[in-house]
């Protein structure tokens, strides 16, 4: 019995340090930035470890006001691949944390 009470006692401490890694680590990936393009770099979004749109850049040679619709699907486009980038990012930075396990509810 007093093995297992040491064993969950260990279990706790490695989880509490495994918590705070992962706080840490929450708060480096707000610092990490990725960026994607797309109508050949015309349009460029950056967006960080938080899943946020920290800035979008559209040269002037994309904006039509002929065809509004392509520039839509440009900027959609670009800032969809911020996002999926900048969660890959995190997946990447969090399997690292725990060894390739993989937790349900982290991050």
Avoid: C, H, Y
Avoid at 60 to 72: A, Y
Wanted: charged content about 25%; glycine content about 10%; proline content about 2%.
């Amino acid at each position: 019995m007093m093995k297992q009470m040491g064993n969950m006692g260990n279990m706790m401490k490695q989880a509490q340090k495994l918590q705070s890694k992962m706080l840490k680590l929450q708060e480096e990936l707000s610092e990490k930035t990725v960026e994607a393009s797309s109508g050949g770099g015309m349009i460029k979004v950056v967006a960080n470890g938080k899943q946020q749109i920290i800035s979008i850049q559209i040269e002037k040679e994309v904006v039509d006001p002929e065809d509004i619709e392509m520039l839509q699907d440009l900027v959609l486009s670009a800032v969809n691949d911020a996002l999926t980038r900048s969660q890959e990012m995190v997946s990447g930075e969090m399997s690292k944390l725990t060894g390739g396990l993989s937790i349900p509810g982290l991050m």
